[in-house]
């Protein structure tokens, strides 16, 4: 093998050339330029033609960093492949299969176990114990370096740290000075809030709302790029699924739980796409890093917030991760209030709405029960000796009729007022609710003639527990009438089923239906989906019968569309729970 040529050197130009090696080896800025001059210098020192440092791996990992020098007669070739120990000089063997073995070998430690310095094969015979000793000072030299260099790597750390944190401390202040004086419109501050994190914080960034329904909508869509405008229209159609979807944030906006991939690749991707659109638009938008965290304000998940790292100089980390959680406290603050906001109104409107209505509704029957006492009051003042007994009862039948639903509308009220505060209590007996039924039926079947509509009882099954008789019959009442009243004078279908520990009430209507939007808030106090100029009534009758199921521990839902009628059903125990 074609040795490198010896220059002589005088003892004073070894001792300059020592020097020089030392300031440039203790003048090493990273760890990686420490470890290059290093090998250099080793390699050079004792006149070997490969020179190899391998540091000690870090904690939890398999391999350290590695440098080698080589001189021009092995850079062909590539050199000797670094065994896995140390040791004084010794034989070794070549990498490369059936190459001659190397003349030589020499192991030396740096300091601290930092890791292992090996030279191979000396120009002019083997390694000597002045070669080791002269390697064992460079080596404590090096240890030096390496110290001084991770010292001053820590030092730029931190420095980039504090940094980072200044500036997450100054974006955090934006966005609270964003969420403080914006309007109540969630539409609008956040929209204005996703533009704010970009690029501060992603290259994309999505808001997720779940609606009053139950649907989480993608509600505010930001990028860096204007170019990608059209990506973005593609984008918001895919915001988290309903439960169980491998969407790769339902589980953030549902069940409150943060995500962080940094290394996003293709087979992810095909993970948690929910269909081959979603994997497409997800591999356009070329992301290798995702960090999503819930919106939660009293325990209640609201949705998520998203962002995505698209330029390969952006990498999340957990202080990412907390400076996103801290962001999403603020926003789901202002959502909660500004839905409470909301609520506030919309409790404020229902209430003058249903004053306006209560109003009407009790002045309905007052008017005719006044006009027909007046009446009576200016005959008894004829001189006449009597009036007809057929005429007086046929005028007490409607003084009682309006009297009689006088008392049902401030009756409804106390059970409002009740169960508003709390004392709606149960006085629970045997009950056969076929029977129950069939009684509520035959006392509204005036109702039934008047709207047109024919109502059917079937039952299946035993339908017997225990329960509030006179509560019940307010259900069976208020589902029946509510059918009536806004079945548009379709046949009605009441269904009793025994389902083991249950009993289950099936009241459907050919109606009017119920839109989406409302079905929510029929079961509030004073809800109602239609106008009240209509329909009448004071919007409490649903509100009551879910207050009484539940207190029964039972539960009531609704299937509805427009045009298309409505569905309830009502699921009760048959015993009280323990």
């Not at 080791?132 to 931190?158: D, Y």
């Not at 269904?495 to 249950?502: K, P, Q, T, V």
């Not at 329909?535 to 019968?545: A, D, I, Q, S």
Request: aromatic share 4%; proline share 4%.
């Amino acid at each position: 093998m074609p040795m490198e040529p010896v220059a002589p050197m005088s003892e004073e130009e070894a001792r300059a050339a020592a020097d020089a090696d030392s300031r440039q080896l203790l003048s090493a800025a990273t760890v990686e330029e420490a470890l290059t001059v290093l090998v250099e210098v080793a390699r050079r020192l004792t006149r070997a033609h490969q020179a190899t440092v391998v540091l000690t791996p870090a904690p939890g990992r398999t391999g350290g960093a590695s440098v080698t020098s080589l001189s021009r007669a092995y850079e062909v070739w590539g050199g000797y492949a670094v065994p896995s120990g140390g040791g004084r000089a010794r034989r070794g063997r070549r990498a490369a299969t059936g190459a001659a073995e190397p003349r030589g070998r020499l192991a030396v430690a740096l300091p601290s176990n930092a890791g292992v310095l090996y030279l191979f094969d000396r120009e002019v015979g083997d390694f000597s114990r002045e070669d080791e000793v002269a390697l064992s000072r460079l080596a404590r030299l090096a240890g030096l370096a390496l110290e001084s260099a991770r010292l001053l790597r820590e030092e730029q750390q931190a420095r980039t740290e504090a940094e980072d944190a200044e500036h997450r401390a100054a974006f955090l202040s934006d966005a609270s000075r964003l969420l403080a004086s914006s309007s109540l419109d969630p539409k609008v501050t956040l929209d204005t809030l996703a533009r704010l994190s970009v690029p501060v914080m992603a290259d994309w960034c999505f808001v997720d709302i779940i609606d009053e329904g139950g649907t989480v909508q993608r509600t505010s869509v930001a990028h860096a790029d204007a170019r990608d405008a059209p990506l973005a229209l593609r984008v918001r159609e895919f915001p988290p699924g309903p439960e169980g979807s491998s969407h790769p944030t339902t589980r953030v906006a549902r069940h409150a739980e943060s995500l962080l991939v940094d290394d996003v690749d293709d087979a992810w991707l095909h993970r948690v796409s929910v269909s081959e659109a979603h994997y497409e638009t997800m591999r356009e938008v070329g992301f290798h890093g995702i960090l999503s965290v819930p919106l939660v304000a009293r325990g209640r998940s609201l949705g998520a917030l998203t962002f995505l790292a698209v330029r390969p100089s952006r990498h999340y980390s957990q202080a990412d991760l907390e400076t996103a959680q801290d962001l999403a406290r603020r926003a789901a603050l202002f959502l909660d209030n500004a839905r409470l906001y909301r609520e506030a109104r919309r409790s404020v409107l229902l209430r003058d709405e249903f004053l306006a209505v209560a109003s009407h509704e009790l002045k309905t029957p007052l008017t005719p029960l006044q006009l027909r006492l007046q009446w009576l009051r200016q005959q008894t003042r004829k001189d006449k000796p009597y009036l007809p007994t057929s005429l007086v009862l046929s005028q007490l039948d409607v003084v009682q009729r309006q009297v009689d639903k006088l008392s049902g509308l401030v009756h409804g009220l106390l059970d409002v007022s009740r169960m508003s505060s709390g004392r709606l209590s149960l006085h629970r007996e045997d009950v056969d609710l076929e029977v129950l039924a069939r009684e509520v039926k035959t006392r509204l079947a005036l109702a039934s003639s008047q709207a047109g509509s024919e109502v059917s009882l079937t039952t299946h099954g035993d339908v017997k527990g225990h329960w509030d008789r006179a509560r019940l019959e307010q259900v069976l009442t208020h589902l029946l009438a509510n059918a009536l009243k806004y079945g548009a004078g379709q046949p009605v279908r009441v269904e009793l089923e025994g389902a083991g520990e249950d009993v289950v009430v099936r009241v459907e209507d050919a109606g009017i239906g119920i839109a989406r939007e409302y079905q929510s808030h029929i079961f509030e106090r004073f809800g109602r989906a239609v106008s009240e100029r209509h329909y009448g009534g004071l919007g409490l009758g649903l509100y009551v019968t879910r207050q009484i199921v539940e207190a029964h521990g039972g539960t009531i839902q609704v299937a509805s569309e427009p045009q298309k009628g409505s569905h309830f059903e009502v699921t009760l125990p048959r015993r009280e729970s323990t």
